[in-house]
DNA sequence: TAGATTGTTAATCGATTAACAATC
DNA sequence: TAGATTGTTAATCGATTAACAATC
């Protein structure tokens, strides 16, 4: 049996986590679906729902145990080893990607960077040392490779995309600004401010 | 009559736009709902609907005339003006996107950066002079500012917010990992690369 | 015990898809 | 004309919500 769990409770889960992470940093030591609705603006019918397709996490009169409900979380999520991550590009945007702070402690580290410039190769951001695209290859298939981030040009995107997946990359965050044709079984997350931005003006006059 | 056309179509017509914007670099001067929708991977019984919500854009026989039809959206995103846009933190993240070469042209521009940190305020990243928290209430209220970009540690985005929704921002992309409580007409947008990575390592083994 | 909260079922609500007449 | 594609209606599908028995 395939997981017939649908796509849009496992886009919630990630939110869930980093909800009991923020609620267990505080101290507390036990929430309930409302409290933990009320936090995030979800109903908490949503939230049994949708944590009641990996089992029952909680007890019935005193809600949930934060530190196991999280860890079970990250279970669920596959998050519970750390991900090696390629990074494409190393430009302005690919710079700052390398330098966010945010990703460990959540199962993510950068491993490797890459760029198609001559002038950039052989230089470093950081600790790491930007690698020619024509590597890209060999490296990520050694090092088995499976999540990129992508931060290329529009126009260079979906050949990078291409080149990653040939390479055994199975997930792709794409921070270019162009929407990426990938086989079933590759999956793909957008990060593009402006897209954001434009999904609030509607609503201001 | 309040607007009763659901958030989700709304969410849609930004990636669409992107999209046309993208055929139209290209050189292309028509479209059809089939074509955009296999580029999106979307249905073009989706796209279709989703146009009809806002007026009839097409032709029968012909599809859209990708000008007219982008035109039409950014009219009804409200990005044919250039909305200014204010933000906060100017840490490692701030710097990052204060630096995005990505917003002209999209509908948006940073109008100016604020932070808490008394080293940092009267310092400049690129073109924008740091100014201090202090000022925010005065500067975005004289300014008539809407929206806000929150580049501020987690700790710090609850109360950054409420600062300022009190001067009159309607719209918030949030890049602090954080969920934010805000009145019901006040936006807000999140970006959390970690949530969309962690979005993935599901269906990876 | 009394109060609280879960996990789950059934009902409701809303979104997507299929299909097709209209028409370019 | 014949072929293509829209805009829209109705049917299907799926997700959210309400409600409550179970039970801590």
Redesign the pocket.
């Known amino acids: 049996m395939p997981s017939s769990i649908?796509?849009?409770?496992i886009s919630?889960l990630p939110v869930y986590l980093r909800a009991l992470e923020r609620l267990s940093q505080e101290g507390q030591e036990v929430?309930?679906?409302?409290?933990?609705g009320k936090r995030l603006g979800?109903?908490?019918?949503?939230?049994?729902?949708?944590?009641?397709h990996f089992?029952?996490?909680?007890?019935?009169?005193?809600?949930?145990r934060i530190a196991y409900l999280r860890e079970q979380l990250r279970q669920v999520l596959n998050v519970e080893r750390d991900w090696e991550v390629a990074l494409i590009g190393a430009g302005d945007l690919g710079n700052a990607v390398a330098r966010y702070r945010g990703f460990s402690n959540r199962g993510f580290h950068i491993a490797c960077v890459f760029d198609s410039a001559p002038d950039k190769v052989g230089k470093s951001i950081g600790e790491f040392l930007i690698l020619p695209l024509d590597n890209l290859h060999t490296v990520i298939t050694e090092r088995g490779i499976k999540i990129a981030m992508v931060a290329v040009p529009a126009e260079a995107a979906q050949s990078v995309a291409d080149t990653l997946i040939a390479a055994g990359v199975r997930a792709i965050l794409n921070y270019a600004p162009i929407n990426l044709n990938v086989p079933d079984n590759v999956h793909v997350q957008y990060i593009d401010p402006v897209i954001h931005l434009q999904r609030m003006t509607y609503y201001l006059d």
């Open positions: 649908p796509d849009i409770v919630r929430t309930s679906s409302h409290e933990l979800i109903s908490s019918a949503q939230i049994r729902k949708d944590l009641s089992g029952g996490f909680g007890k019935q009169g005193t809600g949930y």
